[in-house]
C-alpha cells in the first residue's frame, strides 16, 4: 500500500514560485513511476510533470515546459515540483500520483495511458494579486 501527500500549494501573486511536495508514506518498487497532475474548476485532471524511478525520465506537459522542474529525493521518499513564473492559469489543485506496473513509463503516467494506482489527496495552489 502506498500513500501520497501533498504539501506546499498556497495564495501567491503572478511571477512568484512555489516548490510543491508529495511524501510516499511507504517505500515503492523500483520499476515505479510518479508524478503530478493538476485540476481546475470546469476542466479536466492533467498530468503536468511526471518522472521514471528507473532511468530518471521525465515529462513536462506543454503548457507549463519551461517553469516546472519536477525532481526526487529518493532516500527520503519525496517527490516536488518547483515551480517558477506563476501564472493565473495555473491556479488548480495539484495531485500527486504513482504506478507501479512496470510498463508505465513518465509520459504514459501524465497522458493517463498507463494505468494510475494511487492518488493523494492534494494541495491548492491559487495565483492572484
Known amino acids: 500500500q502506498l500513500q501520497l501527500v501533498e504539501s506546499g500549494g498556497g495564495l501567491v501573486q503572478p511571477g512568484g514560485s512555489l516548490r510543491l511536495s508529495c511524501a510516499a508514506a511507504?517505500?515503492?518498487?523500483?520499476?515505479?513511476?510518479i508524478g503530478w497532475f493538476r485540476q481546475a474548476p470546469g476542466k479536466e485532471r492533467e498530468g503536468v510533470s511526471c518522472?521514471?524511478?528507473?532511468?530518471?525520465?521525465?515529462y513536462v506537459s506543454d503548457s507549463v515546459k519551461g517553469r516546472f522542474t519536477i525532481s526526487r529525493d529518493n532516500a527520503k521518499n519525496l517527490v516536488y515540483l518547483q515551480i517558477n513564473n506563476l501564472k493565473p492559469e495555473d491556479t488548480a489543485t495539484y495531485y500527486c500520483?504513482?504506478?507501479?506496473?512496470?510498463?508505465?513509463?513518465?509520459?504514459?503516467?501524465?497522458?493517463?495511458?498507463?494505468?494510475?494506482?494511487?492518488w493523494g489527496q492534494g494541495t491548492q495552489v491559487t495565483v492572484s494579486t
Open positions: 518522472i521514471s524511478n528507473f532511468d530518471s525520465s521525465t
Open positions: 500520483a504513482a504506478a507501479t506496473r512496470w510498463i508505465a513509463t513518465a509520459q504514459g503516467l501524465c497522458a493517463k495511458t498507463s494505468p494510475i494506482d494511487y
Open positions: 511507504t517505500s515503492t518498487p523500483h520499476y515505479y513511476v
